[in-house]
């Protein structure tokens, strides 16, 4: 049974700096897998989206990695703001013909002016 | 605008008060699910449906119904809600279920007392 683990829980660092936020999973055997974002009352927004057969996605200053031999994705954030602070979530999709998403716990991150 | 829509967004009721959370989505989406979130877990899936009057059990389906009458609505009723379904609600909706664009609504905060 796929198991998502996100490590750290949360993170707090100061303005400016570029950090990494981890995923793993058990499972090689994946369809794709996404980063999200949580804002308190907000709901989720999906933020990349790595693709099996790919080895990372970028979206401005997010970099997404996947390395599915080791079962490791890492989330790269360049030049962090303020505005970043939220808990990223990572989930995995399974390859078999469920398709279903299986979700880490998330890191919180806080960006400190 | 596209969104899913929750309602209502804090609730607190007492151990076996029948309650529905309300979930409509407005992008002709045929696939939408329910989860839950609580400190610690990764979401969990508890129903999802493929399409209207077609809905099959998640991962932790026990204590809650629901019923897709309609492609827009996909409620979540608590029969006899009991403590431990207090916890973070989440509707989400796709054009299709392995669809990386998945859409949340905010959330619904559950206190069952």
């Known amino acids: 049974k796929q198991e998502v683990t996100q490590i750290p829980a949360a993170l707090s660092v100061p303005e400016g700096e570029n950090l990494v936020l981890n995923c793993s999973f058990t499972?090689?055997?994946?369809?794709?897998l996404q980063w999200f974002r949580q804002d308190p009352g907000k709901g989720l927004t999906s933020l990349l989206l790595i693709q099996s057969s790919q080895r990372e996605q970028t979206s401005g200053r997010l970099n997404a990695s996947l390395d599915k031999s080791s079962g490791r994705s890492t989330l790269y954030i360049a030049a962090s703001q303020p505005g970043d602070s939220a808990t990223y979530l990572c989930?995995?999709?399974?390859?078999?013909?469920?398709?279903?998403?299986?979700w880490g716990a998330g890191t919180k991150l806080i960006i400190k002016p | 605008e596209a969104q899913v829509t929750q309602n209502p967004r804090y609730l607190i009721t007492v151990t076996g008060k029948k309650l529905t959370v309300t979930c409509s989505q407005n992008m002709n989406h045929e696939y939408m699910s329910w989860y839950r979130q609580d400190p610690g877990l990764g979401l969990r899936q508890i129903y999802y449906s493929m399409n209207v009057e077609a809905t099959d059990k998640g991962d932790v389906p026990e204590g809650y119904k629901v019923s897709r009458k309609e492609k827009r609505n996909f409620p979540l009723i608590l029969e006899s809600p009991s403590p431990n379904q207090t916890s973070l609600y989440f509707c989400?909706?796709?054009?299709?279920?392995?669809?990386?664009?998945?859409?949340f609504g905010s959330g619904t905060q559950l206190s069952v007392l």
């Open positions: 989930a995995v999709r399974g390859g078999d013909s469920n398709y279903q998403l299986i």
């Open positions: 989400a909706s796709s054009l299709y279920r392995e669809s990386p664009k998945l859409f």
């Open positions: 499972d090689s055997a994946i369809y794709n």
